[in-house]
């Protein structure tokens, strides 16, 4: 079962609150996602492995500590998880990025895939897919289906908010994807909205209706 790490810490936390008031214009929301996006990617870079070089500081020579090669594809689901990858990218500088375009049929509430671009040899990276939002986890699932379709194996779901049926969802369809979110909201409303959740993201971020 894949794991979820809920990343609370106060910076974090404090951020998400700002975002969440309905009052919060589209400019803020959007720079507090950027910093939210940089906070998490502390985290969801933790464990990347290390190797020993050797270093000439302006005093000695020391042997310190560098990434050891590992290299990342930064996967927006479209349009909102767009406003999480330039954050991951200030942090990750060498990061490849892929979109992957997903909408919601406002019927069925099931996501429909429209576009699909990945890097070259994205099967040899660690895929971290962003969308601020994890409702139902159906775009999520679609989405980590069309990557695995593509080889990647080391994949990682990075969210804002999150419900607990589309973590549930995400777990049993995708066992191998660790999850990272800054919250666990209570639940879906009959439209499938997280609550008490943000609203919706991508419209906040771009300002539309």
Request: hydrophobic share 40%; charged share 25%.
């Amino acid at each position: 079962m894949s794991q979820v790490h809920l990343i609370d810490h106060p910076m974090v936390q404090h951020k998400l609150t700002i975002m969440r008031d309905k009052s919060t214009p589209s400019n803020i929301f959007r720079q507090l996602l950027y910093e939210i996006s940089l906070l998490m990617g502390y985290e969801i870079t933790r464990d990347f492995p290390m190797e020993d070089v050797v270093v000439e500081t302006p005093l000695e020579t020391a042997t310190l500590k560098k990434i050891a090669g590992k290299k990342v594809a930064i996967v927006p689901i479209l349009r909102a998880g767009l406003g999480m990858v330039d954050g991951l990218r200030d942090l990750i500088p060498v990061a490849r990025v892929g979109f992957i375009g997903l909408y919601r049929d406002e019927e069925t509430h099931k996501p429909v895939p429209y576009y699909c671009k990945l890097p070259k040899g994205v099967d040899k990276r660690l895929v971290i897919l962003t969308d601020p939002m994890l409702a139902t986890g159906g775009s999520a699932c679609d989405a980590i289906d069309l990557v695995k379709q593509k080889g990647c194996q080391d994949i990682r779901l990075m969210c804002l908010v999150a419900a607990p049926e589309g973590i549930k969802m995400v777990q049993e369809k995708h066992p191998d994807v660790d999850i990272y979110v800054a919250s666990i909201d209570r639940q879906l409303n009959e439209n499938c909205y997280i609550l008490p959740g943000l609203g919706d993201a991508g419209d906040r971020i771009f300002g539309t209706e």
